[in-house]
Structure formats: structure tokens, C-alpha cells
């Protein structure tokens, strides 16, 4: 695992735009590619590198879809907030390819957990999976507790991440659904290339408990430790509670030139 702190978001963004666009490259050389997305707030100066570098030619994207980590239960299919429709705003759009997550608008939400499970089998393995953390430990929608070999299935959020999302839906919370189709941390370790990225202090904990706590369902982010290629980028603030933090810089600062992300 590598973990490569830097100083400010930005600093991360450029970071995680290099090492998708290099996991992408790669892949694209052995024909279609899966992209694995993450939303909310963390990787969305990631996705703005990523768009940019893009309109400039650099990021070519033919060949690419994109794939979901989750989804809301229960939010009419259209909706603004779905992550569907946010991952189509915020990237997928202006990169000109398709999205695809679990369907949870679907009458039978089971049942489109263990269909979009089937999609990304056949479409897989992803190339490179972007990831945020949760305050509570979180990756995709796996709440504490879940299963280190868990595939995607329906979730219960806890009060504390419909707290943390009510910003999306005005501030109320009882407007953000309580259940959610999530691919497991199995799932997400299928994945060739992880790449998480968290920034400011709120994720300081999360953080160190996912790199350097001992590997728990209590942690789901955790399971990072289990995976071969894995990339963590913070801010100074996310990174805080790291104690290896001085290693950390050590090498990134004696980095190989041929070690890529
Ligand atoms: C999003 C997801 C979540 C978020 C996490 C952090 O698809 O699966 O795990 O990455 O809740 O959210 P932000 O980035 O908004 O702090």
C-alpha cells in the first residue's frame, strides 16, 4: 500500500487524476476498460484534473465506461440526487461515456444487487477503482460491520452517514433514504488498482484506522490492507493520525522513477 501525503487537496486531486489516467492508459492498451467511480465530495477535484486534462487532449477515454460503487434505495430513477445522475454531472458526461450502477429504483432492490453483482463480473475486472472513506470507516456503502468478503446487496445506513449526506438533499435528513445498494468490499477488491482519497480533518481517524488499524469489520476501509495495489492520497489534515506518517514522506520523497501509482 502506498500512502502519499501531500499538502493541500489540490495537491491530492493532480495525484489521483495520474494514477487513474495511468491505470486507464494501461488497461485501454488491452482493449475495453471499466472505470470504477466513487461520489460525494472527495474525488471532486479529482474528476475537475480529470476533465480538464481531458478537454486537453490528454486523458482519452474511448474504450471506458464507467461503473458505480452504490446507489440509493428507493429514489425515483431520474432523480437529481441519485449517484447515478450526480456521477453523470459531475464527470461521465463531459467525458463522453457511459455510467452504470445498481438499480435502486428497481421494484426488487435484492434482486438488482445481484444483477449489477453479474454486470461487473462481465464487464470486469475494473481497472482502477476510485474510493472515498467515511468518517465512520466506510468504502462504497459498507457500513461498520460488514463482511470483508462481502458482494454488492442491500445496506442499512447508519444515522451517522444519512447525517453526514443530509447536505445533499438540503440539510434533511430524513430525506436521505436509509437503505442503499453498495458492492461489497469483495467486490471492490476485485478491482486491479484501488486508489482512496480523503481530505480535511474529519477523515483524519478513518484514515489511520483503515491504513494502519488492524484489519477489522469495524473498519471497513481496512480491507485496503488486503489488496495488492493500493494507493491512499491525503491532505495534510485526513493524514494527521497517521503514525508512520514521517516513513510515509520518506518514500515518496526516494520514489523509484520507474515506480509509477
Ligand atoms: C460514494 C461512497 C462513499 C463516500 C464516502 C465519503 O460513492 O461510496 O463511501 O466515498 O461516504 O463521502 P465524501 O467524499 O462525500 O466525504
Redesign the pocket.
Known amino acids: 500500500m502506498e500512502i502519499v501525503l501531500l499538502p493541500t487537496p489540490e495537491d491530492c486531486a493532480r495525484v489521483v487524476a495520474d494514477a487513474v489516467a495511468g491505470s486507464v492508459a494501461a488497461a485501454r492498451a488491452d482493449g475495453p476498460v471499466a472505470l470504477g467511480?466513487?461520489?460525494?465530495?472527495?474525488?471532486l477535484l479529482a474528476y475537475r484534473e480529470l476533465l480538464a486534462r481531458h478537454r486537453a487532449g490528454e486523458f482519452p477515454t474511448d474504450g471506458v465506461t464507467g461503473y458505480?460503487?452504490?446507489e440509493y434505495v428507493g429514489l425515483p430513477a431520474g432523480h437529481p440526487e441519485s449517484?447515478l445522475q450526480t456521477i453523470r454531472r459531475e464527470i461521465t458526461d463531459e467525458l463522453g461515456i457511459e455510467a452504470h450502477g445498481p438499480d435502486g429504483a428497481a421494484a426488487d432492490p435484492l434482486r438488482a444487487a445481484l444483477d449489477y453483482e453479474e454486470r461487473l463480473r462481465a464487464a470486469g475486472p475494473v481497472a482502477v477503482q476510485v474510493?472515498?472513506?467515511?468518517?465512520n470507516g466506510?468504502?462504497?456503502?459498507n457500513e461498520p460491520g460488514s463482511s470483508l468478503v462481502s458482494r454488492t446487496r442491500v445496506k442499512t445506513l447508519t444515522e451517522r452517514?444519512r447525517t453526514?449526506?443530509a447536505r445533499f438533499f438540503g440539510g434533511e435528513v430524513d430525506a436521505v433514504p436509509r437503505h442503499v445498494l453498495?458492492q461489497g468490499l469483495g467486490t471492490i477488491r476485485d478491482a486491479r488498482h484501488l486508489v482512496l482519497v480523503?481530505t480535511g480533518g474529519a477523515?483524519a481517524a478513518a484514515v489511520a484506522e483503515a491504513v494502519e488499524g488492524p484489519l477489522s469489520a469495524s473498519c471497513p476501509g481496512s480491507v485496503l490492507q488486503l489488496h495488492p495495489h493500493v494507493t491512499v492520497v491525503v491532505d495534510e489534515a485526513a493524514g494527521s493520525r497517521l503514525t508512520r506518517a514521517a516513513y510515509y514522506r520518506y518514500v515518496l520523497a526516494h520514489k523509484l522513477p520507474a515506480q509509477g501509482w
Open positions: 467511480l466513487a461520489t460525494g465530495s472527495s474525488p458505480l460503487l452504490d449517484y474510493l472515498g472513506i467515511g468518517a466506510h468504502v462504497g456503502f452517514t453526514d449526506n453498495t480523503a477523515k
